[in-house]
């Protein structure tokens, strides 16, 4: 039982050490415009940019007007459909004039502002949000205290289990005391 246990912690707090700060852009795209809709931060998974290649790139830039990191991506405007039939599979690829979309991207520490650009044109530029930061922290010290309070409670179960299983073989035993003599 106490394997299991010390397995089931270990399980809970793998996600939330290896999961790192992400910054998460909801946008919508209307016939070449871009518009922000929200942003936030938070702790997850940025998928890999390193070796990917597009029309449009993302760049942070640091107080001072520094680049920090620039990210080609495509938006995502091609919609792919497939459909099972009694002929085998169809489909169709469908391209987009408008789109809502979100986009999560790795969140370089001392980034304060995103620029979004197709070749030379600026499509969006952005301050990054502080309040994000705060909501961010807020919610990881959210899931710490829920994360400790589940350890607790687990201990507790475990521990009373422990010792109604102790009670009851000391009745069992003292039982059977009294029936030897």
Excluded: C
Excluded at 5 to 13: K, M, Q
Excluded at 89 to 113: C, R, W
Excluded at 159 to 168: D, E, L
């Amino acid at each position: 039982m106490k394997k299991i246990f010390y397995l089931l912690i270990i399980i809970l707090l793998a996600g939330f050490v290896s999961s790192s700060r992400v910054y998460v852009l909801d946008m919508e795209y209307d016939k070449g415009e871009l518009k922000l809709l929200n942003q936030f931060s938070l702790f997850g998974f940025a998928p890999d940019y390193k070796n990917s290649a597009g029309d449009y790139s993302l760049t942070f830039y640091d107080s001072n007007g520094n680049k920090i990191k620039t990210i080609s991506l495509d938006l995502p405007l091609i919609r792919y459909s497939d459909v099972s039939t009694e002929k085998g599979t169809e489909g169709d690829v469908e391209f987009l004039d408008n789109a809502k979309f979100s986009i999560i991207l790795p969140y370089p520490e001392n980034a304060a502002e995103i620029k979004i650009t197709k070749g030379p044109q600026e499509l969006l530029k952005t301050k990054v949000s502080e309040s994000s930061d705060k909501k961010s922290r807020f919610t990881i010290w959210i899931l710490v205290l829920i994360i400790i309070l589940l350890i607790f409670l687990l201990l507790t179960l475990f521990i009373r289990k422990k010792i109604k299983f102790i009670s009851n073989q000391h009745q069992q035993l003292q039982q059977w005391n009294q029936k030897r003599l």
